[in-house]
């Protein structure tokens, strides 16, 4: 199971989260008004902080929509994985493919807002253009996605799952004591591991090494 980690902006959040045995580690950049948007050159340094780890892969998590401009930032900051953000089309994943090397996984986030998720239709669209996985992520009513904090419903996401051929990370409110809420998603052949945020924030609203740690016991190891 992979543990991911989203939302550094500092060098001490990301030796934190990889001595606490994250496996993968979300860069923000293109997050219009994100509390943890990088600027293209944080964003390269902290990925090489990520790299200097020996355990961390970076992830470029972006709202962006301009696969030029994606595959440049990605290549110039060597991050393995882009995790797409909001509601860009097949079309952008193709064109996003067509100008990454092979080596960097494309990530296309599916939104589940109450029981449903309007990409659902456009899953076997994503995958033929090239994404490569899926992460399950709640929205709010109002219609905010992205470290809600809202929790998913567990026959939902895993409905969503079997619509899959590609494999996927779970998020939305998940914590060290809810893992035995998602017992049909972890048991999906498809499930890769899960996408935190929120939940492992210090007061200071810094990621923080101790509930990290916390979280990947109760999820790798229940």
């Given at each position: 199971?992979f543990?991911?980690v989203?939302?550094?902006?500092?060098?001490?959040?990301?030796?934190?989260?990889?001595?606490?045995g994250?496996?993968?580690?979300?860069?923000?950049?293109g997050?219009?008004?994100g509390?943890?948007?990088?600027?293209?050159?944080?964003l390269?340094?902290?990925?090489?902080?990520?790299?200097?780890?020996?355990?961390?892969?970076s992830?470029?998590?972006t709202f962006?929509s301009?696969?030029t401009?994606?595959?440049r930032?990605?290549?110039?900051?060597?991050?393995?994985?882009?995790q797409?953000?909001?509601?860009?089309?097949?079309a952008?994943?193709?064109?996003?493919?067509?100008?990454?090397?092979?080596?960097?996984?494309?990530?296309?986030?599916?939104h589940v807002?109450?029981g449903?998720?309007?990409?659902?239709?456009?899953?076997r669209?994503?995958?033929?253009?090239?994404?490569d996985l899926?992460?399950?992520?709640?929205?709010t009513?109002?219609?905010?996605?992205?470290?809600?904090?809202h929790t998913?419903?567990?026959?939902?996401?895993?409905?969503?799952?079997d619509r899959m051929?590609?494999?996927?990370?779970?998020?939305?409110?998940?914590?060290?004591d809810n893992?035995d809420?998602?017992?049909a998603?972890l048991?999906h052949?498809?499930f890769?591991?899960i996408?935190?945020?929120?939940a492992?924030?210090?007061?200071?609203?810094?990621?923080?090494?101790?509930?990290t740690?916390?979280?990947?016991?109760a999820w790798k190891?229940?």
């Open positions: 199971m543990v991911k989203c939302g550094a902006t500092t060098a001490e959040e990301v030796r934190a989260v990889a001595d606490a994250a496996d993968l580690l979300g860069l923000w950049h997050v219009s008004r509390r943890a948007d990088l600027p293209a050159g944080r390269a340094e902290l990925a090489a902080e990520a790299r200097a780890t020996g355990r961390l892969r992830v470029l998590v962006g301009d696969p401009a994606l595959a930032i990605a290549a110039g900051a060597g991050t393995d994985w882009v797409l953000h909001g509601y860009q089309r097949p952008l994943v193709r064109a996003l493919r067509a100008e990454l090397p092979e080596r960097v996984h494309i990530v296309k986030v599916l807002r109450g449903s998720c309007p990409e659902a239709s456009l899953i669209a994503y995958e033929r253009a090239g994404t899926f992460l399950l992520d709640s929205a009513d109002d219609g905010r996605v992205g470290s809600t904090a998913l419903d567990d026959t939902t996401a895993a409905a969503l799952a051929e590609r494999s996927f990370l779970l998020a939305g409110g998940l914590r060290p893992r809420r998602f017992g998603t048991a052949p498809g890769l591991g996408d935190v945020d929120s492992v924030r210090g007061d200071a609203g810094l990621l923080d090494g101790a509930q740690a916390d979280l990947v016991r190891t229940p």
